[in-house]
């Protein structure tokens, strides 16, 4: 079965600091990957896909199909980064992952 | 442009009832697409629709289920409601013929509450 796991439940960074959320995924064949966010109070929305290379707000996601994860990067955080993040993996399921919570602080 | 509208916001059910929740895809908008959101569960596809047509599927009890009509809007019905279907119900649109493989726009979500 198609898994996704986000280690990270939650993620706190100071301001400026790097980020990266963690996605990893099991699925044998080759899923279109999006990473999905939600601002507090606002609609969920696409945040990016793969295929597309596609990126809003600066962040970017790097697939190693070798280790099969797609982990989203930002090279300076914003506190406006604050946000729930997903992970979507998408196969012959649609499977997000359980999500991970980036706070950054001041 | 208006985006997409979900009605009703929030919604309180007694168990074994059954429920309809709608949703307004952005103009111009064929595909749409449902998903459940859970403390436990998280993030959950229901399904998507595209001209009318079911096109895929989530892993959910046949008492969950959908119809799209002619204008797009879309509908979702969960018969013999249970406690652990309390959940928040988001629909998304997509201009092209996929929300799951384009850019799908979401609704604020039907906050369903099973007592």
């Known amino acids: 079965a198609q898994r996704v796991t986000q280690p990270e439940k939650l993620l706190s960074v100071f301001k400026g600091a790097p980020v990266e959320l963690k996605c990893n995924y099991s699925?044998?064949?080759?899923?279109?990957l999006f990473w999905y966010v939600q601002y507090s109070r606002q609609r969920l929305q696409l945040l990016l896909r793969?295929?597309s290379r596609e990126s809003i707000k600066g962040f970017t996601a790097d697939l190693n199909k070798g280790e099969t994860s797609f982990h989203l990067k930002k090279p300076f955080a914003q506190e406006e980064d604050s946000a729930m993040y997903y992970c979507?993996?998408?196969?012959?399921?649609?499977?997000f992952g359980p999500g991970t919570r980036l706070s950054v602080l001041p | 442009k208006a985006g997409v509208t979900q009605t009703p916001r929030y919604l309180i059910k007694t168990r074994g009832q059954q429920v309809t929740l709608s949703c307004s895809p952005i103009?111009?908008?064929?595909?749409v697409s449902w998903y459940q959101q859970t403390p436990g569960q998280g993030l959950q596809f229901l399904f998507e629709?595209?001209?009318?047509?079911?096109?895929n599927k989530g892993n959910f009890p046949g008492r969950f289920s959908g119809r799209q009509f002619s204008n797009s809007r879309s509908e979702m019905n969960v018969s013999t409601l249970e406690l652990g279907d309390s959940a928040l119900y988001l629909c998304?649109?997509?201009?092209?013929?996929?929300?799951?493989?384009?850019?799908?726009?979401f609704g604020q979500g039907t906050r369903l509450t099973v007592v």
């Open positions: 998304a649109s997509s201009l092209g013929d996929s929300t799951l493989h384009g850019k799908a726009f």
């Open positions: 699925y044998s064949g080759s899923p279109e």
């Open positions: 793969h295929i």
């Open positions: 979507a993996p998408w196969g012959q399921n649609f499977v």
């Open positions: 103009s111009g908008h064929r595909s």
């Open positions: 629709y595209f001209s009318e047509t079911q096109r």
